[in-house]
C-alpha cells in the first residue's frame, strides 16, 4: 500500500506583532535566509528561492502554488506547524485564512510545535533570553484551544486516518498535562460529531517508541540526529561550542545510518530530510549537511520506500522535514541552485515503487 506523504510546513513568511517586537518591523524568516554567508568553501549560502520567490504567506496565490508544487512532487498534505501558548496564538494568519476561503484544496493537519521560544533560535548574534514560554492552562483552556480549531477539524480537508483526525504534538515529554489534553480532545471531538484524534510524535530514540505508544500517540515518525560517535563528530562538535565552525554531516552517513537503523515495527514511520542547512540562523553554530544533492535525496526515498515494503508492519504515512524551512535549509521548494529537483526525484522514486 502506497503511504501517505505528508510534509511540514512553516506559516512563519508574514509579519506579525511578536517578530516585529523582538526582531525589528517587518522581519520574516525570510531576513535570516537572505543575509546568510559562505562559512567555509564551497558551502551553499545564501539560498535563494526560485519559482515562488520571497514570498509573503498573507497572498493567496502563493498559496495555491504551494499546493500545485507539492501535488507534482508527489506530497498528499501539508502538516502546518500550529502556535498556541495558554491561549496565544502566533503565525496563525496563513492557517485561518486557509480555513476561511477553502483555498487552496489541498488536504492538511496540524502539530502543535509545543516548546517555549529563546532568541538564540532566530538570531546568533545576541544574548539568548526567552522570548515566550510554552504553557499550559488545563481543561478549560484544552477545551478553548479545541474550539478555536474546531472549524479546521470539520473542514473536508482535514487528513485523517482511519476516520481520526491526524494530530501532532512536537513535544510530548515536555507537556506534563498529556494524557488529560488528549483525553480531552477525544471526548471534545466526539461531542462534536468527529470520530477523534490519531495523534502523532517524533523521536530520536527507539527507546522512546513503545513509552510514547503508552502515552496515547497511535504513529511514531523516526527521527534522526546528529551523533558524536566517531573523533571526528567529537572534535566537530567541540568546535560548535566554541563558536569556531558548524558541524558538518555527509548526507550519505545519515542515509545509510537511517536505512540502517528504521525499525520494523508497528506504528512507527518515517521522518525524513531533505536537506539540513541551520547557519542561516545559528551561523558558526549551525548544523549541516554536505553532499545532499537531489539525487541523492531521491535514492535515498527510493531505497527507503522498498526497505518498508519489505517491512512486516505497515507504513501508512512518510514524513519530510520540510516543504518550506528556508531558514534550517530544508525545504522541497525550488531554488535558484537546483530549481524544481528534490520536487522531481521525490515524485520519481514515490512513481518508481507505486502504481499512479
Known amino acids: 500500500m502506497r503511504p501517505l506523504f505528508i510534509s511540514y510546513y512553516l506559516p512563519q513568511y508574514h509579519p506579525f506583532p511578536e517578530n516585529d517586537e523582538w526582531w525589528g518591523k517587518g522581519f520574516t524568516e525570510w531576513t535570516n535566509v537572505a543575509k546568510a554567508k559562505k562559512l567555509f568553501p564551497g558551502h551553499y549560502q545564501p539560498r535563494i528561492p526560485a519559482d515562488l520567490g520571497f514570498y509573503d504567506l498573507r497572498v493567496p496565490e502563493t498559496r495555491k502554488a504551494q499546493a500545485e508544487l507539492a501535488r507534482e512532487a508527489g506530497v498528499d498534505c501539508f502538516c502546518y506547524w500550529h502556535y498556541w501558548f495558554n491561549g496565544h496564538k502566533m503565525m496563525e494568519r496563513p492557517f485561518e485564512e486557509v480555513v476561511k476561503t477553502g483555498e487552496p484544496d489541498f488536504p492538511f493537519c496540524l502539530s502543535w510545535a509545543n516548546h517555549s521560544w529563546y532568541a538564540k533560535t532566530w538570531n546568533k548574534d545576541i544574548p539568548d533570553k526567552l522570548l515566550i514560554e510554552q504553557t499550559y492552562g488545563g481543561v478549560e ?57 490519531h495523534f502523532f510524535a517524533h523521536t530520536f530514540k ?111 504515512f512518510v514524513m519530510i522535514k520540510s516543504w518550506n524551512e528556508w531558514g534550517e535549509g530544508n525545504y522541497l521548494e525550488p531554488d535558484l541552485k537546483y530549481g524544481k529537483s528534490f520536487i522531481n526525484e521525490l515524485r520519481k522514486a514515490i512513481d518508481k515503487n507505486y502504481q499512479k
Not at 187 to 192: I, M, P, V
Not at 255 to 265: G, S
Open 141 to 197: 483552556e484544552y477545551t478553548s484551544h479545541f474550539n478555536y480549531l474546531l472549524p479546521a477539524f470539520r473542514d473536508k480537508r482535514y487528513q485523517r486516518h482511519n476516520g481520526k483526525l491526524l494530530f501532532g504534538i512536537y513535544d510530548p515529554y515536555g507537556f506534563s498535562d498529556l494524557k488529560t489534553f488528549m483525553d480531552t480532545w477525544n471526548r471534545l471531538a466526539k461531542e462534536n460529531g468527529l470520530e477523534g484524534f
Open 206 to 316: 527507539e527507546k522512546q517508541i513503545e513509552e510514547l505508544k503508552g502515552m496515547g500517540f497511535e504513529t511514531i515518525f523516526m527521527d534522526y540526529t546528529f551523533h558524536k560517535q566517531s573523533l571526528k563528530r567529537w572534535l566537530g562538535w567541540l568546535l560548535v561550542k566554541l563558536h569556531l565552525a558548524p558541524q558538518l554531516m555527509p548526507y550519505q552517513d545519515y542515509v545509510k545510518t537511517y536505512l540502517r537503523r528504521f525499525p520494523d515495527a508497528e506504528g512507527v514511520a518515517p521522518h525524513i530530510l531533505c536537506s539540513w542547512d541551520h547557519t542561516a540562523r545559528s551561523g558558526r553554530r549551525g548544523y549541516l549537511f554536505t553532499g545532499n544533492t537531489p539525487e541523492r535525496f531521491g535514492k535515498f526515498v527510493d531505497m527507503l520506500l522498498k526497505k518498508i515494503q519489505q517491512q512486516k508492519h505497515e507504513v501508512p
